[in-house]
């Protein structure tokens, strides 16, 4: 079942994709769905599963055609976007990276940089480098702390499409991968019964049209269920948090006007667009630290409009 969060005159609805078209749901969820966080959200935080919800239940529910829909992102609101960085060892190769996920651990990302498909990335620089990072994310559907690898895929909701935009600069991951519209997210949920063994899948991203990321989840050092087992070691897992897995190599620097789509098998099919419409020079930027804007990595240089070199920045 692929479970997406759509507009329509009413704000926010819950549909269904069935062939060419999206089901409405949303008089179905058992729980307010006009929050912030969005009506999927809702579903999860009741602990209802969508599988049991829609079962036998589309029949003379309001239709619309796929192809006219505006998404919005499925999750609007997460509580956390847990992150693994270094998680493919090409990806290390291609960062001369000397750590992996297995040394460095998980960090956060802003809730507030999550965008929908059809968005913009918006670039904040003009003389940094921002590159795309093509990602499995795992939607979590059930509290979920000290989880043995073992049963970690219980608690799972569904996978989607993610996006890492992630400036090359000298700032703490946390900072430089949160800017707002740094984490695209969707189209859709697609619930584990759809997609099987999440390490089985193939990934796939292009620029502009130009195919620049291409592996399978197979070969991610902490594949899905330590990922779980290890963040909820860490911290609570809530219904709605969102695991983003990883990027393997071939992240690049964005330009205005490009398009990115991220392909995951079984999954779905993400696609935004890039804006440079705002960006402004790394030493504008307010704060005490934009005083050594000269010494950061990439200063000085259009790393907009695609320069730079990969192996000298951070990954």
Known sequence: MRLAVFRSEQGSRLGVVDGDQLVDITELVPAPTSGPAGPLHALLERGTDPRRLAAGALSGRPRVP??????????????????????????????????????????????????????????????????????????????????????????????????????????????????????????????????????????????????????GTAELIFGVPQLIAYASSVMTLWPGDVIATGTPAGVGPLRHGERIAVEIERVGRLEVTVTAARARPYASRPGPAAASAGSSTGAGRDLSAGAGRTEAVSA
């Open 66 to 215: 796929l192809a006219g829909v505006r998404f919005e992102p499925p999750l609007p609101r997460p509580g956390k976007i847990i992150a693994a960085p270094v998680n493919y060892r090409d990806h290390q190769a291609e960062m001369a990276a000397p750590h992996t996920v297995a040394d460095l651990g998980l960090f956060l990302k802003a809730p507030s940089s999550v965008v929908g498909h059809g968005g913009a990335v918006a670039l904040p620089y003009t003389d940094l480098r921002t590159d795309q990072e093509a990602e499995l994310a795992v939607v979590i559907g059930h509290e979920a702390r000290d989880v043995p690898a073992a049963r970690a895929l219980e608690y799972v909701a569904g996978y989607t499409c993610l996006l890492d935009i992630s400036v090359r600069s000298t700032e703490d991951r946390s900072t430089r991968k949160s800017f707002d519209t740094f984490t695209p997210l969707g189209p859709w949920i697609t619930t584990p019964d759809e997609v099987g063994d999440p390490g089985t899948l193939g990934l796939r991203c292009w620029v502009d049209g130009a195919l620049r990321q291409s592996a």
